[in-house]
């Protein structure tokens, strides 16, 4: 028979007062059944006939089959226990081993596991009671083996059971033991007793019960391992509400029948000892029994009454201590006036006092609890108990707050301690620390509530679809839907996808293995309305009732389809817009390098050999480049500042018939310069005298007119040109309808529209054939929309084009300017002109134009010296001003002159000329504006009006 002697003498001992504590502790503590909230009765009652207890394995005495083939033990015991206190039956779950068991409990739901040790790994997918159970772990080897330590097994074959919770202590504490890990505890026995492995590591109850059985006799216990397994209840963490009941139940199971229990399945004879053993400890006993009979008969008869009463006392009293000293519970006895009579260890660390300084002191002092909501004291528990006389439990909410300030949340129940004639002497109070236990309850509700938060007030759909039913959708699910959820209890989930998805989502439903599937997918809806919906869905699997359930979330991606299809056509505008910006600026560097090549060129053969009329010839071929170059140029600044908004409309009343006129002599000579001479040139304009004056913008339609003029000389080799105005009535409003058509090569017509467009040109080998930037059509149709006009083209290719813009017309009362007819027949004679200019070619270009009219020139070559020359008083009868110089700039120079001299006059000359620098020189105190390149018959004008103004002699060479 197997003998641990390391247990012999302690074992027994801790079993006898075991006995002595449930003997004493039953006639205080009398506890009431669990107390279940509404919330877990329901759940009870919801899943009744569902719950499943995990047994199977052989570990007696704990769980195993007996002789009759029973599944008994400790903890199927306890298994009833639980039925009886929650009224249902578990179903029972049988396992082979304990490691198919543990696999089992980390993916299931709806059932407990009775004597599961806590670990780490553990806690991960269970939640666990109070400690039901605690086995110490030994070191089982053969007789001949010296294995007595942890130390001295790392070198050794050592095994274990597979999944019990040894194995992570083990690899925590001593990571060079490797164990070999077996399916069950007798398989360990036998590999230790035939020498497969050196030592076992063991709970002890269980190996010596098998060692017993087995009638194994080589065997011995050599060693401690210092683990002691802890067993509790263990519930998923996926039922929180389960494991509430659980844990009530666990801790409302009396002390007294816990002892029970344990005293009828853990004999610690027969556990540990053989029946020869037995007998002779037995005979030792009897004769030591029976030496204290007649020891207590003689000191009986010696101190009779007296002496015996005090010999119970005594033994009374020690049996207290014991009992109150070995609980795991704080305990905490008072007489009958509340005063403090005993108090355990467990009562001092909770309390932090000590008994000696707490003995004689009220109750109420020591042990002061509060609620921990509402933070208010809690009634003194023995004048509640003294009151009712019963048995009392606290609130579930209670505090104690120790001598120095830490607090603990307990659970705590007292009961009045009565005499045999029922009358009562003190009371006696048991409570425990549960406050990583009710803050990991307090946690599964705010996270409970948090959840529940979550899932109801999310953004998106979130569903679980099970049997082809939904078991729950939340409020957006029912918002995208349009369904109420009891509406979508009672349809078919079909009537809400759409004929087109529907095979996609029965291929789905019907797939076994949900592994194959994507998580993600798109499929299409149909809402209450009727409305087709694209929808997201999000899936994944979890284990559901009696199968395989659905669970995901959906979103409504209509914004989304709707902005990828913007997104896609943004793209491809975009392509598109770079493949025309590509062409434009192939197009422009074609029409910017053409004329410089002409300038250049022309230049470089101006030589002192060369005949005048080649040179007045090169001159005029280097004229009409730079002319070209400035169009050019002047085409790429409006567009830009049209696109900026910097181009303003500025309308004033003029005369049509006049601006039609001089568009044909600009027109005329544009035909000359083309060779386009052969082509005839028709003005077609049909206004009455009164139509003819209109108030607008004379500039930009004159900009309209002869772009689209020169558009009609460029592409029309023969024929002719028809260009006037007519009146024109649309919707009750009157416009001036201006045309231009040709006999030209004509516009395809899905060209038309496409080439008011910026950089759209109606063919690109019209651009290497004809040349042009391609801005001049996109210029017209945007001053035109300015005008609040409008601008279309009629044309079929080969027949020509006739192209149309509208400028509203109305009646104006106002004087039309006076405009001189000739700026050439000027002179001015014994003028002087003071110029400010830092560039000496500009310099050179004005002097040799203004000598030529009589004037002398002076030059200064920053603003900074014009200011000194006006201030040192020398005669100047005008001052040609350029705006960017160094040092001084031409605005600060004209504000500093004008105050020295306001009486002079200042024509500003600049490069910029664009919207607002007319302003800014205007507002600076200069008389005229003039932008380069300088026309100079405007100049002359200019200076015509400058001079006039200040009655100095102009000839006019015309009379």
């Keep these: 028979m197997f003998r641990p002697t390391l247990v012999f003498n302690l074992v027994p001992l801790r079993y006898i007062l075991g006995v002595i504590f449930t003997l004493s502790i039953t006639s205080c503590l009398n506890q009431t059944g669990p107390t279940l909230t509404q919330d877990e009765t329901n759940w009870l009652k919801q899943n009744e006939g569902k719950i499943e207890v995990l047994f199977g394995y052989q570990d007696p005495p704990n769980a195993f089959n007996n002789e009759e083939g029973e599944y008994v033990g400790l903890l199927v015991d306890y298994q009833k226990e639980i039925e009886n206190h929650i009224g249902q039956e578990f179903i029972f779950h049988k396992f082979d081993t304990w490691e198919e068991l543990i696999d089992y409990s980390k993916t299931a739901q709806n059932f407990i596991i009775i004597g599961c040790a806590q670990t780490n790994k553990r806690k991960e997918y269970l939640l666990f009671t109070n400690t039901i159970i605690k086995k110490p772990y030994v070191i089982i080897s053969q007789q001949n083996n010296p294995l007595s330590a942890m130390s001295s097994l790392g070198d050794k074959n050592v095994c274990t059971v597979s999944d019990y919770a040894i194995n992570d202590y083990l690899e925590e504490y001593y990571p060079n033991i490797t164990p070999i890990q077996y399916s069950s505890d007798l398989e360990c026995i036998r590999a230790v007793s035939t020498g497969i492995c050196d030592a076992m590591i063991a709970n002890q109850m269980s190996a010596t019960h098998i060692i017993n059985s087995e009638a194994i006799s080589n065997l011995k216990i050599s060693g401690e391992s210092g683990y002691l397994n802890r067993l509790a209840v263990a519930v998923s963490n996926h039922d929180p509400i389960l494991f509430k009941i659980v844990d009530k139940v666990i801790d409302n199971i009396p002390q007294s029948r816990q002892n029970e229990l344990y005293k009828k399945w853990i004999d610690p004879e027969s556990n540990f000892l053989s029946k020869k053993t037995w007998l002779a400890i037995l005979t030792i006993v009897l004769i030591f029994v029976a030496s204290l009979i007649i020891l207590w008969l003689w000191l009986i008869s010696l101190r009779k009454q007296v002496a015996r009463q005090t010999q119970t006392i005594k033994k009374n009293e020690e049996h207290l201590r014991i009992t109150i000293n070995s609980i795991g519970d704080g305990l905490i006895v008072t007489d009958v006036r509340g005063k403090i009579t005993k108090m355990n260890p467990v009562a001092e660390k909770l309390t932090g006092w000590q008994y000696k300084d707490a003995k004689q002191k009220d109750l109420a002092d020591i042990f002061r609890i509060v609620n921990s909501k509402t933070r208010e004291a809690i009634e003194d528990p023995f004048k509640k ?361 004509g516009i395809p017509q899905h060209m038309q529209n496409l080439i008011f467009e910026v950089f759209r040109q109606a063919d690109e080998t019209h651009t290497r054939i004809y040349g042009g930037t391609g801005l001049g059509l996109t210029i017209c149709k945007k001053l035109t929309c300015m005008m609040k006009g409008d601008i279309w083209v009629e044309s079929e290719q080969g027949q020509g084009a006739n192209f149309h813009f509208t400028i509203p017309f109305k009646n104006t009362s106002e004087e039309l300017p006076q405009q001189s007819d000739s700026y050439s027949e000027f002179s001015f004679d014994n003028a002087t002109v003071l110029i400010a200019e830092d560039d000496k070619t500009s310099f050179s270009f004005l002097k040799a134009l203004l000598s030529q009219k009589g004037m002398t020139c002076i030059w200064v070559k920053n603003g900074r010296e014009a200011v000194k020359y006006c201030t040192e008083d020398n005669p100047i009868d005008l001052l040609l001003m350029d705006i960017n110089m160094p040092e001084m700039n031409g605005y600060i120079a004209t504000s500093q002159i004008k105050t020295i001299r306001p009486k002079l006059p200042i024509i500003a000359q600049t490069a910029y000329a664009i919207e607002g620098d007319k302003e800014n020189i205007l507002a600076a105190g200069c008389d005229y504006y003039i932008s380069k390149p300088i026309d100079k018959n405007e100049l002359f004008e200019k200076i015509r009006l400058c001079l006039e103004k200040n009655q100095i002699m102009v000839k006019d060479n015309s009379q």
């Design 385 to 745: 108990i003294i009151r009712s006389k019963q048995v009392i439990g606290l609130d579930n909410h209670t505090v104690l707050i120790s001598k120095d300030g830490e607090e603990f949340q307990i659970a705590d129940s007292g009961a009045p301690i009565t005499d045999q004639e029922g009358h009562v002497s003190g009371v006696v109070l048991v409570f425990r620390d549960i406050t990583d236990t009710y803050r990991l309850q307090k946690t599964l509700e705010e996270n409970e509530n948090r959840y529940r938060s979550l899932i109801e007030n999310s953004h998106d759909g979130i569903f679980i679809f099970y049997n082809n039913k939904f078991e729950f959708v939340n409020k957006r699910f029912e918002q995208i839907m349009e369904y109420s959820a009891e509406e979508i209890d009672k349809i078919n989930f079909d009537a809400m996808i759409s004929p087109e998805s529907l095979d996609m989502i029965y291929n789905r439903l019907k797939e076994k293995d949900k592994n194959k599937l994507s998580s993600k997918f798109e499929f299409t809806g149909i809402a209450k309305s009727g409305r087709k919906l694209p929808l997201e869905v999000s899936v994944s699997y979890i284990p559901y009732k009696d199968g395989v359930a659905s669970q995901g979330i959906i979103r409504d991606i209509t914004q989304r389809k709707r902005y990828e299809a913007e997104l896609i056509k943004a793209k491809e505008n975009a392509e598109e817009s770079d493949r025309l910006k590509s062409v434009f600026l192939a197009t422009m560097s074609h029409e910017l390098r053409t004329p410089l090549n002409a300038v250049i060129g022309f230049s470089e053969l101006i030589q002192p050999n060369v005949p005048l009329d080649d040179i007045l010839h090169f001159s005029k071929i280097i004229s009409m480049s730079g002319k070209h170059l400035l169009g050019v140029i002047e085409d790429i600044f409006d567009i830009s500042l049209i696109e900026t908004g910097d181009v303003q409309i500025e309308s004033a009343p003029f005369n049509i018939s006049s601006l039609l006129n001089e568009v044909y002599e600009l027109i005329k000579n544009e035909r000359v310069l083309q060779d386009k001479e052969h082509i005839d040139l028709i003005l077609d304009n049909s206004l009455k005298d009164l139509d003819r004056i209109l108030y607008s913008d004379q500039k930009r339609i004159k900009q309209i007119l002869i772009n689209l003029l020169k558009n009609a000389i460029k592409f029309t080799n023969k024929g002719h040109i028809n260009f006037g105005c007519r009146l024109y009535e649309k919707n009750h409003e009157k416009f001036i309808l201006f045309f231009v058509k040709d006999t030209g090569i």
